[in-house]
T-cell receptor, first 114, second 116 residues
Framework: NAGVTQTPKFRILKIGQSMTLQCTQD?????MYWYRQDPGMGLKLIYY???????DKGEVPNGYNVSRSTTEDFPLRLELAAPSQTSVYFC?????????????FGEGSWLTVV | AQKITQTQPGMFVQEKEAVTLDCTYD???????LFWYKQPSSGEMIFLIY??????QNATEGRYSLNFQKARKSANLVISASQLGDSAMYFC?????????????FGQGTILTVHP
């Protein structure tokens, strides 16, 4: 069972470069999310999606873009990378009802911007 | 906006003893969920326990129990019979009801160290 799969797991970017973090889930979940976790802190929501074609901003969306063309995939785009975007990024998915224990996280993507 | 407070940056416990990790939250939504996650040094987020705001009984999952005091807006995690493998960062999180499914607000975490 794959669950939520994120790639790449580790990446070093230079300031000003762009990249896309990939996220795919095989559970047919409607809801998907991107969180970031800065060192020693809790996770903060960047963007989320309630279904294909629908996305919305979370708490910290600046510097990021998302798209949701299919139920399975929810890529996160970093444009013009900045050192402040050095963080661990987590993708997650859920059924989209009051979630209980049905929020599934990927293993995280460690991004360093130098 | 939601606010989650974990007042204990670090906690120490002896192996086989019980430990309580504190969490208070601030929400105006009558319907919400409370979560605890464990994050070991490898970095993944491991779900531990969930409590719905309308659940009458405190949630339990094996050695984990959630001490839910709704009036005090408190959702403390109790780990019984601590094991060395429990050493990790622990996060409390809330999920509002309504259209906020899966949109979690996290506390800053508590680092738990279990001593042999």
């Amino acid at each position: 069972n794959a669950g939520v799969t994120q790639t790449p797991k580790f990446r070093i970017l230079k300031i000003g470069q762009s990249m896309t973090l990939q996220c795919t889930q095989d559970m047919n979940h409607n809801y998907m999310y991107w969180y970031r976790q800065d060192p020693g802190m809790g996770l903060k929501l960047i963007y989320y999606s309630v279904g294909a074609g629908i996305t919305d901003k979370g708490e910290v969306p600046n510097g990021y873009n998302v798209s949701r063309s299919t139920t399975e995939d929810f890529p996160l785009r970093l444009e013009l990378a900045a050192p402040s975007q050095t963080s661990v990024y987590f993708c997650a998915s859920s059924y989209g009802q009051f979630s209980g224990n049905t929020i599934y996280f990927g293993e995280g993507s460690w991004l360093t911007v130098v | 906006a939601q606010k989650i407070t974990q007042t204990q940056p670090g906690m120490f416990v002896q192996e086989k003893e019980a430990v309580t990790l504190d969490c208070t939250y601030d929400t105006s939504d009558p319907s919400y969920g409370l979560f605890w996650y464990k994050q070991p040094s490898s970095g993944e987020m491991i779900f531990l326990i969930y409590q719905g705001s309308y659940d009458q009984q405190n949630a339990t999952e094996g050695r984990y129990s959630l001490n839910f005091q709704k009036a005090r807006k408190s959702a403390n995690l109790v780990i019984s019979a601590s094991q060395l493998g429990d050493s990790a960062m622990y996060f409390c999180a809330t999920e509002d009801g309504g259209t906020s499914y899966g949109k979690l607000t996290f506390g800053q975490g508590t680092i738990l160290t279990v001593h042999p």
